[in-house]
């Protein structure tokens, strides 16, 4: 797996720079980006790790290009970083689902601290994502018959009135649940409406 | 001729007289009126016969009449008209008419007969009338203004006064109180600020006049009221007499003054804590992104120092970093308090197309918004004496309000142009800044400079009032076009250097 870099948006360029030190020291990579414009202009879809999005800035402030990412769906975990917290903002910041709030001047144990738990949780949303899509190609193996047969069989129904509901035998319709089960990778019926549940969830 | 004489009886005497008479009983009941007085009061000689004089008199004076009537019933001697007997009697058709009379007892036997002469003295009666009207007038007027009347007399030290301010005195009975009874109600704080007003009135080389305003403490109910003053004082041969006037009582209104003063400390208060509110915010935000970037480079080197393991190059970086800020930290200081307090400014010769392009630059790179700007900058224009910094940060200022302003626009056109211009004989540089954004209308063109006053959101409304502060310490001025067709127009002027 790629290497977490972590992503500074600060308009103030010290700032930068001294944020930029301390995480170069602590051994990451760090790449800096002095406002929302140039981070979203040079944003890659292979960008890893997490983003420190200062909260004022001037044009695009911080919420909203935390906004812009959500929208773009942009996964990387977001944290902030604020002058003097204020509350009404850091809720509205949680809600939108940053990670956490570092007040200025930040200490280096903190911010590492954060850091951390932000790639565990960039991490996570990568695996997460990749297991969705995986869930989502093997789905799209089904022909559309056997799509019918396991939204019947996930709902509890019995292998006699899904047959009786399709107009097919309940022999066929065994056929049809030993290819469902081989094409997804299930093991058994929980397993598969797991499967489907998250397949809903990621359409 | 003698006998002629005697043959004239009282009878025809009594009915030729050219003045109108009565004769009448000491019961008070008339006997005979001669036709002069039936005419006067309308009556004919049956109808006056046995009718009680009383019934003649207006109804108001018939108590007093009786009265009268006692008296000269007890002692019953002439009375002429020059002592001034006068009355009111009512003709027969109601009308008051106002009589001199004369009363002659005559005394036959055991008999008192009275004997009463009258003339009409109409003319009088207009008068009194007038003046009675006119003393309602002024007692009615007096009464609806809730005015009080008093008089002072300074050689016997006793006040007259009336009943609107015997009332608020609490002493209902006294026509007249001592000075020092009446200065007893007065409430102790306000008593010499009110001699002192007297005494000023009562110095001959015054015009006389007196106004106090003062506490009364009623004795009855310990009620307080606030009482308004006015009057002068009247001399006698250089001397302070009297001093006479009116009071009014003004508590409601000085309840709702003070309530009105409360209101306006109040908003006073919040003022004062939002200037306080935005001069910390604004010196906080100075400070705490150099402090954010020292602390964070102190730390770098601390740990570097405890893990030896860290490049000198970075090493190096890191601590440059820390001198630069906090030397930045300490300028932005300077110069907000230099802002703050107007210390001396400093200023230079500056080459203002740079110091446009500057601000642009950061305008540009802040990612502000998009615009296409259009210059119109004089070539060779002299240098102008300025700091460079604020007068920078009164261009950033303006652009981005124009930038905001034209948010919605298609293509945003910002046109900025400088030329030369004469103002009261001497040459000043002029900036124009113009957006093609909505504008605004006169009402706030008028305000726009205002502190705190904003069009924006979240816009705390210090930009322009401070940029038009900046300018004027610089020594120019700035003002709005405000003929809105065509977006904002903002001017600033600068003097040019030596």
Redesign the interface.
């Known amino acids: 797996m790629q290497e977490p870099t972590v992503f500074i948006v600060d308009?103030?360029a010290?700032?930068r720079?001294?944020?930029t030190?301390?995480i170069?020291?602590a051994g990451m990579h760090v790449q800096s980006f002095?406002?929302?414009?140039?981070f979203l202009n040079a944003y890659q879809p292979n960008f890893f790790g997490c983003v420190i999005i200062d909260v004022?800035?001037?044009?695009?402030d911080g919420l909203q290009l935390q906004e812009e990412l959500a929208w773009r769906k942009i996964l990387l975990p977001v944290i902030f970083l604020t002058?003097?917290g204020d509350i009404p903002m850091s809720v509205r910041a949680i809600k939108g689902g940053a990670i956490d709030f570092l007040t200025?001047?930040?200490?280096?144990e903190k911010l590492l601290i954060c850091v951390r738990a932000a790639f565990t949780e960039a991490k996570k949303r990568l695996s997460d994502a990749t297991q969705n899509r995986e869930i989502t190609t093997c789905l799209t193996k089904l022909t559309r018959r056997e799509r019918e047969v396991m939204l019947l069989a996930v709902q509890g129904h019995s292998n006699k009135e899904i047959g009786s509901y399709l107009g097919i035998s309940y022999r066929t319709v065994e056929i049809h649940k030993s290819k469902i089960m081989q094409k997804t990778g299930a093991n058994n019926l929980l397993d598969l409406a797991r499967i489907a549940r998250e397949s809903e969830l990621s359409e | 001729m003698n006998s002629t004489v005697k043959n004239l009886n009282f009878r025809t005497v009594f009915d030729a007289a050219a003045d109108a008479m009565l004769l009448t009983e000491n019961t008070g009941h008339i006997v005979l009126a001669n036709p002069t007085a039936q005419q006067l009061l309308g009556y004919s000689a049956d109808e006056m016969k046995g009718l009680a004089i009383e019934m003649l008199i207006a109804p108001r004076y018939r108590k007093q009449y009786r009265y009268y009537q006692r008296l000269f019933l007890n002692r019953p001697v002439k009375r002429s008209m020059s002592v001034g007997n006068e009355l009111i009697a009512l003709n027969r058709d109601g009308k008051e008419i106002l009589l001199d009379i004369s009363l002659s007892p005559i005394k036959t036997g055991q008999q008192l007969f009275i004997l009463i002469l009258f003339t009409i003295a109409n003319r009088r009666l207009d008068t009194e009338d007038a003046l009675r009207s006119s003393e309602e007038r002024l007692r009615l007027a007096k009464q609806a203004a809730g005015l009080g009347i008093f008089d002072y007399d300074f050689k016997r030290n006793i006040i007259y006064w009336d009943r609107q301010m015997r009332k608020l005195w609490g002493k209902h009975s006294e026509k007249t109180i001592s000075y020092e009874e009446f200065v007893a109600a007065i409430h102790p704080e306000d008593r010499e600020a009110r001699q002192a007003a007297i005494d000023k009135a009562m110095d001959p080389n015054s015009n006389g006049e007196f106004k106090a305003q003062y506490r009364i403490i009623n004795p009855i109910n310990g009620v307080e009221r606030w009482i308004s003053a006015r009057g002068r004082v009247y001399f006698e041969a250089g001397y302070p007499h009297r001093l006479i006037g009116v009071t009014r009582d003004v508590t409601e209104q000085r309840n709702i003054q003070k309530k009105l003063q409360v209101h306006r400390n109040e908003t006073e208060n919040i003022l004062k804590q939002q200037v306080a509110a935005c001069t910390a915010s604004a010196i906080?935000?100075e400070l705490?992104?150099?402090?954010?970037?020292?602390?964070?480079?102190s730390?770098?080197v601390l740990?570097?120092l405890q893990n030896d393991?860290?490049s000198a190059d970075?090493l190096k970086?890191?601590l440059e970093?820390c001198v630069?800020?906090a030397q930045?930290a300490g300028r932005s200081l300077h110069e907000l308090l230099a802002f703050l307090q107007k210390g001396e400014l400093m200023t230079e010769r500056s080459n203002l197309t740079d110091v446009i392009h500057g601000a642009l630059s950061i305008v540009y790179?802040?990612?502000?918004?998009r615009f296409h700007p259009i210059l119109h900058l004089q070539q060779n224009l002299p240098a102008v004496q300025c700091n460079r910094t604020q007068i920078q940060k009164v261009l950033v200022n303006l652009f981005?309000n124009a930038i905001e302003a034209m948010r919605n626009i298609d293509f945003p056109i910002l046109t900025i142009t400088t030329t030369v211009q004469t103002v009261n004989d001497k040459d000043v540089a002029v900036v124009i800044v113009q957006d093609n954004g909505p504008g605004f209308d006169q009402v706030v063109a008028k305000r726009i400079f205002e502190p705190f006053f904003t069009t924006k959101p979240s816009g705390i409304g210090m930009g322009l009032s401070i940029s038009r502060a900046l300018i004027e310490d610089n020594g120019g001025q700035l003002w709005v076009d405000s003929d809105a067709k065509t977006g904002a127009k903002f001017h600033f002027t600068l003097p040019f250097g030596p």
Do not use: C, W
């Open positions: 308009d103030d010290a700032v720079d001294s944020l030190l301390m170069e020291q002095e406002n929302a414009k140039t004022k800035m001037p044009g695009m002058g003097h200025k001047p930040v200490i280096r | 906080a935000h705490n992104q150099p402090l954010a970037a020292i602390s964070a480079y730390e770098v740990h570097a393991s860290f970075n970086r890191a970093g630069a800020q930045r790179n802040d990612g502000y918004g981005r």
